[in-house]
Protein backbone atom coordinates (compact mmCIF):
# COMPACT_ATOMS: atom_id res chain seq x y z
CA UNK A 1 0.00 0.00 0.00
CA UNK A 2 1.98 3.32 -1.04
CA UNK A 3 0.71 5.78 2.13
CA UNK A 4 -1.00 9.06 1.80
CA UNK A 5 1.88 10.19 4.00
CA UNK A 6 5.37 9.16 5.38
CA UNK A 7 8.29 10.71 6.62
CA UNK A 8 11.71 10.54 4.91
CA UNK A 9 14.81 9.61 7.13
CA UNK A 10 18.33 9.97 5.58
CA UNK A 11 21.49 8.75 7.22
CA UNK A 12 21.78 12.22 8.79
CA UNK A 13 18.66 11.69 10.78
CA UNK A 14 20.06 8.46 12.42
CA UNK A 15 23.26 9.61 13.47
CA UNK A 16 21.78 13.00 14.77
CA UNK A 17 19.54 10.39 17.02
CA UNK A 18 22.39 8.25 17.84
CA UNK A 19 24.17 10.83 19.41
CA UNK A 20 22.18 12.35 21.65
CA UNK A 21 21.15 8.73 22.83
CA UNK A 22 24.69 8.38 23.36
CA UNK A 23 25.38 11.75 25.07
CA UNK A 24 24.69 12.70 29.04
CA UNK A 25 21.46 13.95 28.76
CA UNK A 26 18.39 12.41 26.98
CA UNK A 27 16.10 14.77 28.22
CA UNK A 28 16.43 18.69 28.91
CA UNK A 29 19.88 19.12 27.42
CA UNK A 30 21.02 21.51 24.84
CA UNK A 31 19.24 19.82 21.60
CA UNK A 32 16.13 21.04 22.77
CA UNK A 33 16.64 24.76 22.53
CA UNK A 34 19.07 24.04 19.08
CA UNK A 35 15.80 22.87 17.61
CA UNK A 36 13.95 25.63 18.83
CA UNK A 37 15.98 28.18 17.64
CA UNK A 38 16.64 26.52 14.22
CA UNK A 39 13.00 26.87 13.92
CA UNK A 40 12.66 30.20 15.23
CA UNK A 41 15.18 31.54 12.32
CA UNK A 42 13.69 29.81 9.95
CA UNK A 43 10.52 30.91 9.36
CA UNK A 44 11.44 34.74 10.99
CA UNK A 45 9.75 34.75 14.92
CA UNK A 46 11.26 35.87 17.77
CA UNK A 47 10.46 32.94 20.09
CA UNK A 48 9.97 29.53 19.57
CA UNK A 49 8.86 26.57 21.95
CA UNK A 50 9.22 22.69 21.07
CA UNK A 51 6.85 20.12 22.80
CA UNK A 52 5.64 16.63 22.69
CA UNK A 53 2.91 17.16 20.48
CA UNK A 54 1.32 20.32 18.33
CA UNK A 55 -1.71 19.16 19.93
CA UNK A 56 -0.06 20.65 23.18
CA UNK A 57 1.83 23.39 21.92
CA UNK A 58 -2.19 24.25 21.09
CA UNK A 59 -2.91 23.75 24.78
CA UNK A 60 -0.01 26.02 26.21
CA UNK A 61 -0.26 28.39 23.85
CA UNK A 62 -4.20 28.68 24.47
CA UNK A 63 -3.36 28.87 28.45
CA UNK A 64 -1.28 31.48 27.63
CA UNK A 65 -3.46 34.16 26.29
CA UNK A 66 -5.02 33.30 29.41
CA UNK A 67 -7.95 31.05 27.72
CA UNK A 68 -10.24 29.94 30.45
CA UNK A 69 -14.19 28.94 31.69
CA UNK A 70 -16.19 31.85 29.93
CA UNK A 71 -14.48 32.24 26.71
CA UNK A 72 -14.60 31.24 23.02
CA UNK A 73 -12.61 30.46 20.00
CA UNK A 74 -14.08 30.14 16.86
CA UNK A 75 -11.99 27.70 14.29
CA UNK A 76 -12.52 25.79 11.10
CA UNK A 77 -14.74 22.93 10.93
CA UNK A 78 -12.55 21.23 8.46
CA UNK A 79 -9.21 20.36 10.89
CA UNK A 80 -7.89 17.77 13.27
CA UNK A 81 -9.87 17.38 16.54
CA UNK A 82 -6.95 19.03 18.42
CA UNK A 83 -7.23 22.22 17.19
CA UNK A 84 -11.22 22.66 18.61
CA UNK A 85 -10.41 19.52 21.64
CA UNK A 86 -7.73 22.12 23.15
CA UNK A 87 -9.80 24.90 23.61
CA UNK A 88 -12.03 23.14 26.04
CA UNK A 89 -9.17 21.34 27.97
CA UNK A 90 -8.93 25.09 28.73
CA UNK A 91 -12.46 25.00 29.83
CA UNK A 92 -13.35 27.66 27.17
CA UNK A 93 -15.82 26.60 24.40
CA UNK A 94 -15.68 26.21 20.94
CA UNK A 95 -17.66 27.59 17.49
CA UNK A 96 -16.72 27.07 13.98
CA UNK A 97 -17.17 29.20 11.05
CA UNK A 98 -17.71 27.73 7.34
CA UNK A 99 -14.70 27.37 5.10
CA UNK A 100 -14.58 28.55 1.54
CA UNK A 101 -15.40 26.28 -1.02
CA UNK A 102 -12.38 26.36 -2.95
CA UNK A 103 -9.03 26.42 -1.07
CA UNK A 104 -11.11 24.53 2.14
CA UNK A 105 -9.50 27.54 4.42
CA UNK A 106 -11.49 29.28 6.96
CA UNK A 107 -13.74 31.78 4.78
CA UNK A 108 -13.69 35.30 6.20
CA UNK A 109 -17.03 36.01 4.93
CA UNK A 110 -18.40 33.26 7.37
CA UNK A 111 -16.12 33.98 10.00
CA UNK A 112 -17.02 37.44 10.17
CA UNK A 113 -21.25 36.44 10.44
CA UNK A 114 -19.53 34.13 13.22
CA UNK A 115 -18.32 36.98 15.02
CA UNK A 116 -21.27 39.41 14.60
CA UNK A 117 -23.51 36.80 15.61
CA UNK A 118 -21.78 36.39 18.74
CA UNK A 119 -21.29 40.73 19.47
CA UNK A 120 -24.73 40.67 19.38
CA UNK A 121 -25.22 37.82 22.03
CA UNK A 122 -22.65 39.69 23.90
CA UNK A 123 -20.45 37.08 24.12
CA UNK A 124 -16.70 37.99 23.48
CA UNK A 125 -14.75 35.83 20.87
CA UNK A 126 -11.19 35.45 22.78
CA UNK A 127 -9.19 33.95 19.82
CA UNK A 128 -9.71 33.35 16.15
CA UNK A 129 -7.47 30.19 15.21
CA UNK A 130 -7.09 29.44 11.35
CA UNK A 131 -6.12 26.35 10.15
CA UNK A 132 -3.69 26.67 6.94
CA UNK A 133 -5.55 23.07 5.52
CA UNK A 134 -3.15 21.07 3.23
CA UNK A 135 -0.19 23.65 4.33
CA UNK A 136 -2.31 26.56 1.51
CA UNK A 137 -2.17 29.89 4.34
CA UNK A 138 -5.44 31.43 5.25
CA UNK A 139 -5.93 34.91 3.98
CA UNK A 140 -4.30 36.44 7.02
CA UNK A 141 -4.47 39.71 6.04
CA UNK A 142 -8.61 39.58 5.87
CA UNK A 143 -8.69 36.93 9.44
CA UNK A 144 -6.23 39.94 10.90
CA UNK A 145 -9.03 42.96 10.13
CA UNK A 146 -12.03 41.09 11.53
CA UNK A 147 -10.03 39.76 14.66
CA UNK A 148 -8.62 43.47 15.31
CA UNK A 149 -12.75 44.78 14.63
CA UNK A 150 -13.77 42.22 17.45
CA UNK A 151 -10.84 42.24 19.48
CA UNK A 152 -9.84 38.84 18.99
CA UNK A 153 -6.57 37.12 19.15
CA UNK A 154 -5.57 35.10 16.54
CA UNK A 155 -3.30 31.67 17.31
CA UNK A 156 -2.56 29.74 13.86
CA UNK A 157 -2.58 26.40 13.22
CA UNK A 158 0.07 25.38 11.28
CA UNK A 159 0.48 21.72 11.85
CA UNK A 160 0.60 21.31 8.33
CA UNK A 161 2.34 24.67 7.11
CA UNK A 162 5.88 24.90 7.99
CA UNK A 163 7.93 25.80 5.08
CA UNK A 164 4.63 27.89 3.53
CA UNK A 165 5.03 31.35 3.00
CA UNK A 166 2.11 33.89 2.87
CA UNK A 167 2.88 37.39 0.76
CA UNK A 168 6.79 38.02 1.71
CA UNK A 169 6.37 35.91 5.37
CA UNK A 170 7.31 32.73 5.79
CA UNK A 171 4.31 31.49 8.15
CA UNK A 172 5.41 31.06 11.37
CA UNK A 173 6.27 34.93 11.73
CA UNK A 174 3.18 35.30 13.63
CA UNK A 175 2.69 38.80 11.49
CA UNK A 176 -1.10 38.32 11.52
CA UNK A 177 -0.98 36.49 14.83
CA UNK A 178 0.12 35.96 18.96
CA UNK A 179 1.58 32.77 18.27
CA UNK A 180 1.67 29.81 15.52
CA UNK A 181 1.88 26.07 15.91
CA UNK A 182 3.68 23.26 14.41
CA UNK A 183 3.25 19.61 14.06
CA UNK A 184 6.33 17.33 13.83
CA UNK A 185 4.04 13.56 13.69
CA UNK A 186 5.67 11.33 10.99
CA UNK A 187 3.02 12.56 8.03
CA UNK A 188 3.86 15.97 8.35
CA UNK A 189 6.68 18.06 6.22
CA UNK A 190 9.11 17.47 9.38
CA UNK A 191 9.26 14.89 11.74
CA UNK A 192 10.46 14.40 15.65
CA UNK A 193 8.80 11.37 15.73
CA UNK A 194 5.93 12.95 18.18
CA UNK A 195 6.36 16.49 18.62
CA UNK A 196 5.13 20.23 18.06
CA UNK A 197 6.31 23.77 18.53
CA UNK A 198 4.73 27.40 19.10
CA UNK A 199 6.45 30.27 17.42
CA UNK A 200 5.81 33.87 18.93
CA UNK A 201 6.72 37.58 19.05
CA UNK A 202 5.31 38.20 22.08
CA UNK A 203 7.94 37.51 25.21
CA UNK A 204 5.78 36.83 27.68
CA UNK A 205 3.90 34.35 25.56
CA UNK A 206 6.63 32.92 25.11
CA UNK A 207 7.62 32.89 28.85
CA UNK A 208 4.01 31.80 29.79
CA UNK A 209 4.35 28.70 27.32
CA UNK A 210 7.91 27.48 28.81
CA UNK A 211 6.83 27.38 31.88
CA UNK A 212 3.53 25.65 31.30
CA UNK A 213 5.31 22.81 28.78
CA UNK A 214 7.42 22.07 32.10
CA UNK A 215 4.76 21.77 35.44
CA UNK A 216 4.34 25.88 35.74
CA UNK A 217 7.99 26.09 37.24
CA UNK A 218 11.27 27.77 36.73
CA UNK A 219 14.57 27.47 37.82
CA UNK A 220 15.90 30.83 36.01
CA UNK A 221 17.33 33.19 38.32
CA UNK A 222 15.62 36.52 37.29
CA UNK A 223 12.03 35.15 37.19
CA UNK A 224 12.29 33.74 41.39
CA UNK A 225 9.90 35.64 42.90
CA UNK A 226 12.26 34.48 46.30
CA UNK A 227 15.64 35.12 45.77
CA UNK A 228 19.09 33.25 46.44
CA UNK A 229 17.85 30.09 47.65
CA UNK A 230 20.34 27.42 46.73
CA UNK A 231 21.25 25.83 43.78
CA UNK A 232 18.62 22.89 43.99
CA UNK A 233 15.70 25.54 43.96
CA UNK A 234 12.86 26.22 41.64
CA UNK A 235 9.86 27.61 41.76
CA UNK A 236 5.95 27.19 40.40
CA UNK A 237 4.35 30.47 39.13
CA UNK A 238 1.55 28.63 37.39
CA UNK A 239 -0.09 25.52 36.95
CA UNK A 240 1.75 23.17 34.21
CA UNK A 241 2.01 19.86 32.39
CA UNK A 242 4.85 17.96 31.66
CA UNK A 243 5.16 18.62 27.36
CA UNK A 244 8.09 18.27 27.53
CA UNK A 245 10.02 17.37 23.92
CA UNK A 246 13.19 14.79 24.98
CA UNK A 247 16.97 15.02 22.98
CA UNK A 248 16.14 12.48 20.72
CA UNK A 249 13.43 13.91 19.15
CA UNK A 250 15.37 17.24 19.30
CA UNK A 251 18.13 15.13 17.49
CA UNK A 252 15.96 14.73 15.16
CA UNK A 253 13.60 17.78 14.34
CA UNK A 254 16.85 19.76 13.87
CA UNK A 255 18.35 17.09 11.34
CA UNK A 256 15.20 16.95 9.05
CA UNK A 257 14.20 20.73 9.26
CA UNK A 258 18.12 21.18 8.14
CA UNK A 259 16.76 19.85 4.90
CA UNK A 260 13.70 21.55 5.41
CA UNK A 261 13.59 23.51 1.42
CA UNK A 262 14.63 20.30 -0.09
CA UNK A 263 11.54 18.29 1.06
CA UNK A 264 9.31 21.25 0.10
CA UNK A 265 10.44 21.34 -3.22
CA UNK A 266 9.77 17.57 -3.76
CA UNK A 267 6.26 18.15 -2.67
CA UNK A 268 5.93 20.99 -5.25
CA UNK A 269 7.11 19.28 -8.05
CA UNK A 270 5.01 16.63 -6.98
CA UNK A 271 1.98 18.76 -6.86
CA UNK A 272 3.50 20.29 -10.08
CA UNK A 273 3.26 16.29 -11.50
CA UNK A 274 -0.36 15.53 -10.17
CA UNK A 275 -1.66 18.77 -11.71
CA UNK A 276 -0.54 17.72 -15.08
CA UNK A 277 -1.47 13.74 -14.90
CA UNK A 278 -5.21 14.46 -13.84
CA UNK A 279 -5.60 17.03 -15.78
CA UNK A 280 -7.92 15.26 -18.31
CA UNK A 281 -9.62 13.54 -15.54
CA UNK A 282 -13.33 14.47 -13.91
CA UNK A 283 -11.72 15.75 -10.68
CA UNK A 284 -10.42 19.22 -8.95
CA UNK A 285 -7.57 19.51 -8.01
CA UNK A 286 -6.12 21.84 -5.41
CA UNK A 287 -6.55 25.48 -6.02
CA UNK A 288 -3.60 27.56 -5.29
CA UNK A 289 -4.32 30.77 -3.67
CA UNK A 290 -2.64 33.82 -4.92
CA UNK A 291 0.39 35.61 -2.94
CA UNK A 292 0.87 32.41 -1.07
CA UNK A 293 3.24 29.11 -1.40
CA UNK A 294 1.53 25.92 0.32
CA UNK A 295 4.35 23.39 2.35
CA UNK A 296 1.65 20.93 0.21
CA UNK A 297 1.36 18.56 3.53
CA UNK A 298 -1.94 17.36 1.49
CA UNK A 299 -3.14 16.67 -1.89
CA UNK A 300 -6.65 16.97 -1.80
CA UNK A 301 -8.53 16.35 -4.93
CA UNK A 302 -13.02 16.78 -4.75
CA UNK A 303 -15.27 14.97 -7.35
CA UNK A 304 -17.32 18.06 -8.91
CA UNK A 305 -20.16 15.60 -8.85
CA UNK A 306 -21.99 13.12 -6.89
CA UNK A 307 -22.50 11.94 -3.12
CA UNK A 308 -20.93 10.68 -0.42
CA UNK A 309 -21.67 7.06 -1.70
CA UNK A 310 -19.55 7.96 -4.87
CA UNK A 311 -16.90 9.34 -3.31
CA UNK A 312 -16.44 5.84 -0.83
CA UNK A 313 -16.77 3.89 -4.37
CA UNK A 314 -13.91 5.83 -5.60
CA UNK A 315 -11.66 5.83 -2.08
CA UNK A 316 -12.59 1.96 -1.69
CA UNK A 317 -11.70 1.08 -5.47
CA UNK A 318 -8.41 2.84 -4.81
CA UNK A 319 -7.45 1.37 -1.33
CA UNK A 320 -8.15 -2.07 -3.24
CA UNK A 321 -5.53 -0.96 -5.86
CA UNK A 322 -2.83 -0.66 -3.16
CA UNK A 323 -3.52 3.30 -2.92
CA UNK A 324 -3.67 4.51 1.07
CA UNK A 325 -5.78 7.37 -0.49
CA UNK A 326 -7.23 9.60 3.27
CA UNK A 327 -10.07 11.74 3.55
CA UNK A 328 -9.35 15.41 5.47
CA UNK A 329 -11.60 16.31 7.45
CA UNK A 330 -14.69 14.69 8.96
CA UNK A 331 -15.85 18.09 9.68
CA UNK A 332 -15.33 18.39 13.86
CA UNK A 333 -18.59 19.50 14.65
CA UNK A 334 -20.11 16.41 13.11
CA UNK A 335 -18.25 14.04 15.81
CA UNK A 336 -20.47 12.35 17.98
CA UNK A 337 -18.73 14.44 21.26
CA UNK A 338 -19.54 17.51 19.60
CA UNK A 339 -22.83 16.72 18.46
CA UNK A 340 -23.59 16.09 22.35
CA UNK A 341 -22.61 19.56 22.73
CA UNK A 342 -25.47 20.95 19.90
CA UNK A 343 -23.95 20.71 16.65
CA UNK A 344 -25.92 19.54 14.31
CA UNK A 345 -25.68 18.16 10.47
CA UNK A 346 -26.18 21.52 8.45
CA UNK A 347 -24.62 24.00 10.38
CA UNK A 348 -21.38 24.20 8.12
CA UNK A 349 -22.82 23.02 4.49
CA UNK A 350 -19.82 23.94 2.41
CA UNK A 351 -17.24 22.21 5.10
CA UNK A 352 -19.97 18.75 5.12
CA UNK A 353 -20.34 19.06 1.36
CA UNK A 354 -16.62 19.11 0.77
CA UNK A 355 -15.93 16.23 3.22
CA UNK A 356 -18.59 14.18 0.99
CA UNK A 357 -16.48 14.97 -1.79
CA UNK A 358 -12.69 14.64 -1.28
CA UNK A 359 -10.20 12.38 -1.23
CA UNK A 360 -6.07 12.93 -0.08
CA UNK A 361 -4.05 11.49 -2.57
CA UNK A 362 -0.49 9.98 -1.29
CA UNK A 363 1.41 13.16 -0.79
CA UNK A 364 5.24 12.43 0.77
CA UNK A 365 8.71 13.82 -0.19
CA UNK A 366 9.80 9.96 -1.34
CA UNK A 367 6.65 9.53 -3.85
CA UNK A 368 8.27 7.97 -6.68
CA UNK A 369 7.46 9.13 -10.55
CA UNK A 370 6.58 5.29 -10.47
CA UNK A 371 4.48 5.48 -8.01
CA UNK A 372 2.84 8.17 -8.30
CA UNK A 373 1.53 7.11 -12.22
CA UNK A 374 0.37 3.65 -10.60
CA UNK A 375 -2.05 6.32 -7.95
CA UNK A 376 -2.92 8.19 -11.31
CA UNK A 377 -4.22 4.81 -13.04
CA UNK A 378 -5.83 3.58 -10.41
CA UNK A 379 -7.74 7.15 -9.80
CA UNK A 380 -8.65 6.75 -13.92
CA UNK A 381 -10.04 3.12 -13.06
CA UNK A 382 -11.97 3.85 -9.87
CA UNK A 383 -13.44 6.94 -11.65
CA UNK A 384 -15.24 4.81 -14.21
C1 LIG B 1 -1.67 16.89 13.02
C2 LIG B 1 -2.49 18.04 13.43
C3 LIG B 1 -2.58 18.50 14.76
C4 LIG B 1 -2.02 17.74 15.91
O1 LIG B 1 -0.70 17.42 15.77
P1 LIG B 1 0.01 16.39 16.77
O2 LIG B 1 1.45 16.77 16.66
O3 LIG B 1 -0.28 15.03 16.24
O4 LIG B 1 -0.54 16.61 18.12
C5 LIG B 1 -3.28 19.66 15.01
N1 LIG B 1 -3.89 20.35 14.02
C6 LIG B 1 -3.87 19.92 12.74
C7 LIG B 1 -4.56 20.72 11.69
C8 LIG B 1 -3.19 18.75 12.42
O5 LIG B 1 -3.19 18.30 11.16
Same mark, same amino acid.
Given at each position: ?63 ? /? ?6 ? =? %? &? +?????? @? #?? $?? !? ?92 ? /? ?6 ? =? %? &? +?????? @? #?? $?? !? ?181
Amino acid at each position: MIPYGRQTITEEDEAAVLEALRSELITQGPRVAGFENAIAKKVGADHCVCVNSATSALHIAYLA /IDLGPGDL =I %I &T +SPNTFL @A #TA $NA !ALLCGADVDFADIDPDTFNLDAKALAERLELHRRAGRRVKAIVPVHFAGQPCDMAEIAALAQAHGARIIEDAAHAIGARYGDHAVGACTHSDAV /IFSFHPVK =I %I &T +SAEGGA @A #TT $NN !AEIALAMAKLRSHGQTRAADELIRKDQGAWYYEQHVLGLNYRMTELQAALGASQISRIDALIQRRVAIADRYDAMLADLDVICPVRAPGRASAWHLYVIKLPSGDAARRRRVFERMRAAGIGVQVHYIPVHLQPYYMDRGFKVGDYPVAESTYDRVISLPMFADLTLDEQERVARALRDALN
